[in-house]
């Protein structure tokens, strides 16, 4: 079984900065890419950024330049830096690992960007 957990949400004023963060634990083998998701209010989820095990990302077009995504393979975790937030941010963030046979999600952070 796989668990993914994240933290460093919280509020931000527009244009600040905001770090996540999801540690991936239990029985993990072949992580092949790691990544992010979001869910504003009343939307679909939707993708923001992913990286590979190799260090390869990408990202969706309204985060690439104001987001960076990092991991740790030895931690198993992953990273989503956020710059220059806008309020079309604010929305639970979930952080998605994906293997070969399977893709398991974490629950979610809350990330709110206030005027």
């Known amino acids: 079984q796989v668990q993914l957990v994240e933290s460093g949400g919280g509020l931000v004023q527009a244009g600040g900065s905001l770090r996540l963060s999801c540690v991936a634990s239990g029985s993990i083998f072949n992580i092949s890419r790691m990544g992010w998701y979001r869910q504003a209010p009343g939307k679909q989820r939707e993708f923001v950024a992913a990286i590979t095990r190799g260090g390869l990302s990408n990202y969706a077009d309204s985060v690439k330049g104001r987001f960076t995504i990092s991991r740790d393979n030895a931690k198993n975790t992953v990273y989503l830096q956020m710059n220059y937030r806008k309020h079309e941010d604010t929305a639970v963030y979930y952080c998605?690992?994906?293997?070969?046979?399977?893709?398991?999600w974490g629950r979610g952070i809350q990330g709110t960007v206030s005027s």
């Open positions: 998605d690992l994906n293997t070969p046979l399977s893709t398991y």
